[in-house]
Every structure is written in C-alpha cells, then in structure tokens.
C-alpha cells in the first residue's frame, strides 16, 4: 500500500495476482479437504 499510496489504479494492479493466488489455493484446499460453505457463509 505505501508503495502506492497516490495511485490507486497501480495499487489495485499489483495486487490483483496476490488476491487470484490466494483464491486458487482457498479452491485447491476446499477441493482436497471437501469443504463446503454452511447455510450462514452463503
């Protein structure tokens, strides 16, 4: 974030690949473990 403090749409570029990783290895343990959302997390 400090690095850019004053451009947002730089800001939201660089960690977009950061936010996709994490998302796919969120999937990947779902898919290994069999965990499923519960009435209230959907």
């Known amino acids: ?3 850019y403090r ?3 749409e730089s800001y939201v570029d ?3 690949p950061v ?3 994490i998302l796919q ?3 990947s343990w779902s898919q ?3 965990w499923r959302p519960v ?3 959907r």
């Open 6 to 8: 004053n451009e947002r």
């Open 14 to 16: 660089g960690k977009t």
């Open 1 to 3: 974030m400090e690095l």
């Open 32 to 34: 290994e473990t069999g």
């Open 39 to 41: 009435n209230s997390d």
């Open 25 to 27: 290895q969120a999937h």
């Open 19 to 21: 936010i996709w990783s």
